[in-house]
């Protein structure tokens, strides 16, 4: 971010930005564990969101520092989020918890009939 804010030749700053995507990416897919639900729940849809968002800094380099801003603000309010936010599902409207989310449990074990309660 400093880089951008303080005009470093784009030369220097592209290489890290191509590095921030590809770890973006990498990351979508250990977080995801490669599984749908993540993609529609509010964590999936934060980091999906940035990561767009840094994707159109190449295309719009002009107006980098505010797209930038706006990620720093998505990453801040996701980090901060509550449990029910976070796993909260936009395609179920409602929020489903994992082995590492809110009640710890994998609710597709419960649909199956896989246990649970």
């Known amino acids: 971010m400093g880089g951008h ?4 030749a784009p030369d220097r700053l592209r290489l890290a930005l191509w590095l921030t995507i590809g770890t ?11 599984k749908l639900l993540w993609f529609h729940q509010g964590r ?37 989020m509550t449990g029910k936010l976070r796993y909260y599902s936009i395609v179920y409207r409602e929020v489903i918890p994992d082995a ?8 597709g074990a419960e649909r199956a009939g896989c246990g649970g309660e």
């Open 44 to 80: 999936g849809l934060m980091t999906m969101g940035k990561l767009l968002l840094i994707c159109l800094v190449p295309l719009f380099w002009e107006v980098r520092v505010p797209i930038l801003l706006v990620v720093v603000v998505i990453a801040s309010v996701g980090s901060h």
């Open 100 to 107: 590492s989310g809110p009640g710890g449990r994998v609710r």
């Open 5 to 8: 804010i303080f005009d470093i």
């Open 24 to 34: 973006g990416i990498v990351l979508i897919g250990l977080e995801s564990g490669l």
